[in-house]
Nanobody
Framework: QVQLVESGGGLVQPGGSLRLSCSVSGNIFTIDAMGWYRQAPGKQRELVARITTGGNTNYGDSVQGRFTISRDNAKNTVFLQMNSLKPEDTAVYYC??????????????WGQGTQVTVSS
């Protein structure tokens, strides 16, 4: 069993900042790539940011330069620092993590989602 717990969402004014966290626990052998996705009402889920075990990152075009993803491997946690937030960033944000539970057993896990609302 692997559990993901997200925190840090909320309501913020345009131009403001939020920091999301996602902690992974359970039957973990090692953690692969970690990332954040988001889904706005009526839209498909889209990649926000992703970070590999080696620290390489990639971002969705709409958040490039405003959001920063990082990870703390000792704490099995991934973060998303969101700055200069815009109303179009409003969505439910989901953590996504690849977890090896054994040498050859890998699963793809999702958090429960946290709401981010950007509004004045």
């Amino acid at each position: 069993q692997v559990q993901l717990v997200e925190s840090g969402g909320g309501l913020v004014q345009p131009g403001g900042s939020l920091r999301l966290s996602c902690s992974v626990s359970g039957n973990i052998f090692t953690i692969d790539a970690m990332g954040w996705y988001r889904q706005a009402p009526g839209k498909q889920r889209e990649l926000v940011a992703r970070i590999t075990t080696g620290g390489n990152t990639n971002y969705g075009d709409s958040v490039q330069g405003r959001f920063t993803i990082s990870r703390d491997n000792a704490k099995n946690t991934v973060f998303l620092q969101m700055n200069s937030l815009k109303p179009e960033d409003t969505a439910v944000y989901y953590c996504n993590v690849g977890v090896f539970t054994g040498f050859t057993s890998r699963g793809d896990y999702w958090g429960q989602g946290t709401q981010v609302t950007v509004s004045s």
